[in-house]
């Protein structure tokens, strides 16, 4: 039902980019256009939003309630890469977060000295702060995308059920180690199951929004990339997939392993909002609570995702007087969307501005629907085949009829 | 004491191979892992808290009710929350069943609380001296059981029609329905006997630990399906080998002093055999079809 454009020889329309354009021709926006809206808009959520972090505008609580949403969002489109994009079900994603998240708080406290830092001055935003929280963060990433590694290679060896449950077990591995390594290094290390204390509140509103920011345009860029459609073409079919030509191993660890980084990425950023890292915290429950977001939001929609992740971490915050309710609630909700809109509430549809942008030049709103090309679409030798069906039919008919003929006999 | 020990590994190792049984048959038959069985345990546990103490019921009469409310509560799951989604991807059913384990836990948490109940003794067994090791009679009550239920399992599926009709659905279930196998009251059925064996592992379960709790079937769960995944999902005699394994190994572990590692160590041995051989001990290998 889209418009009728003027059509090159191989029915192909004819495009023109660049906010010109003749009457009755498709307007499109270029490229650097594209991505200038999209950055100015990034820029002014980042630079705005600590503008009014900054102004008192936004409270201490909602800036911590915005850095477990940017969290979450992470996680959920960091684990949306591998079951949304790559059709696998790992659920030990809560694993990897804690992994980089210890990593990245532990790194931070024992190279604070070394920098002149300690836990108020983490916080201030300084050179040699910004410093330590980039390398820090990716410290932990680091360790997380080595632990995805050393758990990929055999676990994506193993199909459906069977990765679920081997990426399960290592993050039960991975809690069981994080509790007891202390007793069997015999320094402190990760503090048990007490729990890691005293690491500086260096996540804020800023470096969330940078990072998650970040985090998300790799996440586009990659999957639209080439390797990203290797990684679509391995989820919709993947013995075809190797037949053309992609090396399925490959690009199932490489989601695997980017997935893993970004997950220890949030798991810094957890580290730092929440101050205390305890791994009663990145049980299987966890794994779990971020599989919802994904599947609720949509598998393989990042806008989903994000939606899904934000409304999930916000609901429990407003509803606190139903607490009680809310993981049967949950439970309930993916019951129901599994068996009603089992391909999620937003399926994989991903928001575009620009393609809204676009319709907007192109006056091509649903309400402005033009019919005409459906009869112009209609090949030259339709009628031929018109009448070919026509005899087939009047065949079938002839055929039904000696049939019934021959019963009645 | 080492006979003491062999006793308790296999008391823990039959619970393990009650569940791994409903695990491998339920999967065989529709290719499912269902994330909620541990918490059908968990139900069963308890119906047969609530008779006992609330109700203050007949012993026997809440192992039957116990066992009869896992039944109704298999079915059910399956009617209501798996056999819509009988033709759709198999992340979409697994992801249901994760939705059923999480409803199941959560529920039982809201109505009758998170803190772990009492179930008081079902029946007094006492103890055997044997070679001058004391040996508890619910230890071997437990394996006795087990190796009834194992037997009777076998037989049911060998031997009757409606093990013959659940064969052919694991095999081919298109080709069974052409057949003229009711191939969803063969799954129901399936469901029924896996629960019934949750439920006979509640009971078991109560007298061993003799508490319960919302989130007890969580641990049991997985590591029951660890050990059908260990002998060869699909494979009866391979989820018995498999749950007597997971049994051993903890018992061990922990005699050593280490109880602390010993999740670790069964997940550990999971990831060994799956590296070694996909398929599990007794695992036949399945061709993909394309």
């Known amino acids: 039902m889209t418009k009728m454009y003027p059509r090159d020889n191989n029915h192909n329309p004819v495009i023109v980019t660049g906010f010109g354009g003749k009457d009755g021709q498709r307007r499109e926006l270029t490229m650097p256009a594209r991505y200038a809206i999209n950055a100015i808009l990034v820029a002014l959520f980042v630079f705005g939003g600590n503008f009014l972090v900054g102004e008192g505008l936004i409270s201490r609580y909602q800036t911590v309630v915005f850095e477990q949403i940017g969290v979450y969002v992470l996680m959920t489109v960091s684990l949306n890469i591998v079951t949304g994009y790559l059709g696998q079900l790992p659920l030990g994603h809560a694993g990897f977060m804690s992994i980089g998240g210890y990593a990245c708080a532990i790194f931070i406290i024992r190279m604070m000295p070394l920098f002149g830092l300690d836990a108020q001055s983490m916080a201030s935003g300084s050179t040699p702060a910004v410093i330590l929280f980039v390398v820090g963060l990716l410290f932990g990433g680091i360790c997380a995308a080595l632990m995805g590694v050393v758990i990929g290679i055999p676990a994506l060896r193993l199909r459906g059920d069977y990765l679920a449950i081997i990426t399960l077990g290592f993050a039960e591995i991975i809690r069981v180690v994080l509790v007891n390594i202390d007793s069997a290094l015999g320094f402190k290390l990760t503090g048990g199951a007490s729990g890691l204390t005293g690491i500086p509140a260096y996540t804020g509103y800023l470096n969330t929004a940078i990072v998650v920011s970040l985090a998300i345009f790799a996440i586009h860029t990659l999957m639209k990339s080439r390797h990203g459609r290797a990684i679509l073409a391995i989820r919709d079919n993947e013995i075809a997939a190797e037949a053309s030509g992609v090396n399925t191993t490959y690009y199932k660890t490489l989601a695997f392993v980017f997935s893993a980084f970004l997950a220890g990425i949030a798991g810094g950023l957890y580290a730092g909002c929440i101050g205390v890292m305890a791994p009663a915290k990145f049980g299987f429950m966890k794994s779990v609570e971020i599989l919802v977001m994904v599947v609720l939001g949509g598998m393989g929609s990042m806008f989903g995702s994000v939606v899904s992740a934000t409304v999930l971490t916000v ?18 909700v993916l019951i129901l969307v599994m068996i009603f809109r089992p391909e999620g509430l937003f399926g994989s549809y991903d928001f575009s501005l620009s393609r809204i942008i676009e319709r907007i030049m192109n006056k091509d709103f649903p309400w402005n629907k033009d019919d005409s090309d459906e009869q112009t679409d209609v090949p030259v030798n339709a ?3 018109a009448q070919a069906n026509e005899q087939a039919d009047t065949q079938v008919d002839v055929q039904a009829e000696a049939s019934t003929d021959s019963k009645e006999a | 004491m080492f006979l003491t020990q062999v006793l308790n590994g296999l008391q823990l190792g039959s619970i393990y191979a009650l569940v791994a049984l409903g695990y491998t048959m339920v999967y065989g ?9 541990g918490d059908i345990i968990m139900f069963g546990s308890y119906v047969a808290w609530i008779a006992l103490v609330q109700l203050g019921l007949n012993p026997a009469i809440a192992v039957l009710l116990a066992i009869f409310g896992c039944v109704v509560l298999g079915v059910l799951i399956d009617k209501v929350a798996y056999a819509p989604l009988r033709e759709a991807p198999r992340l979409s059913i697994l992801i249901t069943a994760i939705g059923v384990s999480y409803l199941l836990e959560n529920g039982v948490q809201l109505l009758l609380g998170a803190d772990a109940k009492v179930v008081p003794s079902i029946i007094d067994l006492g103890t055997v001296q044997v070679f001058g090791s004391t040996l508890s009679g619910t230890a071997l009550l437990t394996v006795a059981v087990t190796i009834v239920a194992t037997v009777v399992l076998t037989l049911l599926v060998q031997k009757t029609r409606l093990g013959k009709a659940m064969r052919a659905v694991s095999e081919d279930m298109g080709a069974a329905r052409l057949m003229g196998v009711n191939v969803n009251s063969t799954i ?53 080998i498999g749950g007597l394994i997971v049994g051993f190994s903890e018992v061990f572990v922990a005699a050593f002093g280490l109880s602390v590692w010993q999740d670790a160590v069964v997940f550990l041995l999971l990831i060994l055999v799956l590296v070694v051989k996909p398929t599990g001990l007794l695992g036949r290998p399945v061709t993909e079809k394309v």
């Open chain 2, 29 to 37: 038959i529709i290719l499912l892992l269902n994330f909620a069985h």
């Open chain 1, 315 to 332: 609901l429990p915050e407003a509803l606190r007087a139903f607490a009680d309710y809310r993981m049967v609630a949950y439970a309930i």
């Open chain 1, 383 to 385: 009628k031929a085949d």
């Open chain 2, 188 to 240: 129901s059925f399936t469901f029924a006997v896996g629960s019934a064996l949750a439920g006979i592992a509640a009971i078991l379960y109560s007298m061993a630990y003799q508490q319960v709790s919302p989130t007890m079937g969580v641990m049991l769960g997985t590591k029951a399906f660890v050990a059908a995944v260990l002998g060869g999902i699909g494979s009866i005699p391979g989820a018995v």
